[in-house]
C-alpha cells in the first residue's frame, strides 16, 4: 500500500543528496563559465561597467548564467 518510514526516510535523503550535488554542479559551471568569459573578453571589465550602471552588460552576464544553469540543471 503506502512505503513504510525506512523507505520514505531513504527516499527524503535521496533528494536531498541530488539537491546537493545540483547545488555544487551549478556552483562550480557558473563560475568556471564567468571565469572563461571574462578571460575571453579582457578588454572590457565587466565587473566595473556593472558597477557604474550598464546594464547591457548586467544583462549578458545574467543571461550566461541562466544558460549555465540550464545546462547544469538538463545534465544533473
Known amino acids: 500500500m503506502g512505503l513504510d518510514l525506512n523507505a520514505q526516510l531513504i527516499e527524503y535523503l535521496r533528494a536531498i543528496g541530488w539537491a546537493i550535488a545540483a547545488s555544487i554542479g551549478f556552483s ?3 563560475s568556471i563559465a564567468v ?3 571574462n578571460k575571453l573578453s579582457s578588454e572590457i571589465d565587466e565587473w566595473q561597467e556593472i558597477k557604474n550602471g550598464n546594464m ?3 544583462l ?3 543571461a550566461l548564467i541562466v544558460m549555465i ?3 547544469v540543471y538538463r545534465v544533473i
Open 28 to 30: 562550480l559551471g557558473v
Open 35 to 37: 571565469f572563461i568569459f
Open 56 to 58: 547591457g552588460v548586467a
Open 60 to 62: 549578458i552576464e545574467i
Open 69 to 71: 544553469g540550464i545546462i
